[in-house]
């Protein structure tokens, strides 16, 4: 017959309420013992599941509070993103700004270097003004000077003109007087043909001395009748040859011919430099007789 504290047999479970505590029951001892254990055990993972249902709520709080601090940091980061943007935008601005800064910087510098050029050139132009100023200032005073002189030339060209009428109108009278003379003479002059108004064509080449001498046209008719006597007396004679020293004695520069000119000057620089005095010299020409009649006797003229 079973335990009367046990109603396994009655009702095929073990009940708590009327089981026995002692655990004498060799029936219920092991039960007990593992139910013991087991609410032992439950009581444990209940406390765990407490702790774990507290921490649960605690990380849904912390995460509640994650979330909303998401959230705000989201939007801050919205905010940062697109104050980023903005940003980003002001430095393009910028940089937009900096190179239109930069090329209006170049575009000053060109222009600067061309305003430099410019300048330069005004300074040279400048330059060549006062040159040219000061050029003009010379010719200016050299024109005043030479209007001067042109002034006094045109004076002495106007006493000059009034002797040379003088002197043509004498020599006029003087050559009609000279033919009245001749003719009563020695009478009719005789005929005598005119120069040639060209060179022979055979005679120019030695005439120029092979081309080195330039011919200049100049043609005049000097003859006289081969009947009229050319005569120099020894008083024309003696006043040519006082008018040459007089003449010599003078500086060259103030030294004037009267009859032939530079030749003249010619004929007495080549005596003084070449002497002929005591020698036997042919002379050919009025020139020659005149001029070396001073430094030598007798004298042969052609």
Same mark, same amino acid.
């Given at each position: 017959m079973a335990d009367p504290l046990c109603f396994h047999s009655q009702s095929g479970e073990l009940d708590v309420r009327t089981s026995c505590v002692a655990g004498d029951c060799p029936t219920c001892r092991q039960p007990v013992l593992s139910l013991l254990r087991t609410r032992t055990e439950n009581k444990q993972l209940w406390a765990q599941a407490l702790a774990v249902g507290k921490e649960l709520a605690d990380q849904r709080a912390t995460n509640e509070r &994650?979330?909303?601090e998401n959230e705000e940091l989201h939007a801050q &980061?919205? %905010?940062v993103g697109k104050e980023r943007d903005d940003a980003r935008n002001i430095n393009a601005q910028l940089? %937009?700004?900096f190179v239109a800064v930069g090329k209006e910087r170049d575009d000053v510098r060109n222009i600067n270097a061309q305003l430099h050029a410019q300048f330069v050139a005004v300074g040279k132009e400048r330059d060549d003004l006062l040159n040219m100023n000061a050029i003009l200032?010379?010719?200016f005073v050299a024109e005043g000077k030479e @209007?001067?002189?042109l002034r @006094? &030339?045109?004076?002495r060209a106007g006493v000059a003109e009034i002797r040379a009428r003088g002197w043509h109108y004498t020599v006029r009278r003087l050559t009609w007087r000279e033919r009245s003379l001749c003719r009563e003479l020695w009478g009719k002059p005789a005929p005598c043909p005119s120069p040639p108004k060209e060179i022979p064509a055979e005679l120019v080449e030695r005439f120029t001395m092979g081309g080195k001498v330039t011919l200049v046209h100049s043609w005049g008719d000097c003859t006289y009748p081969a009947n009229y006597l050319l005569i120099y007396g020894d008083e024309e004679i003696d %006043?040519?040859? %006082?008018e040459i020293a007089r003449t010599l004695a003078l500086p060259a520069e103030q030294r004037d011919w009267t009859i032939y000119g530079t030749p003249d000057r010619w004929t007495c620089e080549a005596i003084a430099k070449y002497p002929i005095a005591g020698k036997r010299v042919l002379n050919m020409g009025s020139l020659s007789t005149k001029c070396y009649r001073k430094h030598l006797d007798p004298t042969v003229t052609v």
């Open positions: &994650l979330g909303s &980061l919205v %905010a940089h %937009a700004q200032h010379t010719l @209007r001067g002189d @006094r &030339l045109g004076h %006043a040519y040859i %006082a």
